[in-house]
């Protein structure tokens, strides 16, 4: 089953409006909490993270916010700019011993129009 | 400082195959994660490797599929005897440690296509 639920697939926005990307989670040992961006033809670059014991991160006109009790967490993409049009993911790891391995959503492609 | 390197970028294999994909990690990076990731889908996790050792291989398919690190060189994901299905974009990441604090950075993937 899916481990990260990512909402919605897809997002078209009007430049300078707000993005918002949702995703939840089921396991409650998940403890860091990255976005990534993805442009065609290129691996995904990390945008923002978080961990479970803040409730919210704001880099530059990108803010996640983070539910612990709904398991949910969100990004939020203020004053969108065409240049944002991309791929973002979500995704959640657990420290099990040395391993980070990532658990990541299907993905939401955004397009911003002009 | 250069990000992770991944060679080939593109990779076309006929059936039955053997399909060599390298990652260079950052410098001083010993952690290296590999992912595929299928078409309009997310990333799935593979394998994670440290220098010489291969920690956790959960995510790749026991038949055909093999990862190394060695102490010198590349890590490498090899497939064997390459069938349709095979065909994705492999993207490694890699990390200084494991913190959280420490995350992990892509390269830009091979994308492996199989006539």
Known sequence: QQQVKQSPQSLIVQKGGISIIN???ENTAFDYFPWYQ?????????LIAIRPDVSEKKEGRFTI??????????LHIMD????????YFCAASKGAGNNRKLIWGL???LAVNP | NAGVMQNPRHLVRRRGQEARLRCSPMKGHSHVYWYRQL????????????KENIIDESGMPKERFSAEFPKEGPSILRIQQVVRGDSAAYFCAS??????????????GTRLSIL
């Open chain 1, 107 to 109: 993905g939401t492609s």
């Open chain 2, 39 to 50: 078409p309009e889908e997310g990333l799935k996790f593979m394998v994670y490797l440290q």
């Open chain 2, 95 to 108: 990390s200084p440690g494991t913190g959280s604090s420490q995350p992990q950075h892509f390269g830009d």
């Open chain 1, 80 to 87: 969108s700019q065409p240049g944002d049009s991309a791929t």
């Open chain 1, 38 to 46: 993805q442009f065609p033809g290129k691996g995904p670059a990390l």
């Open chain 1, 23 to 25: 995703c939840a989670y």
């Open chain 1, 65 to 74: 916010s983070f539910n612990k009790s709904a398991k949910q967490f969100s």
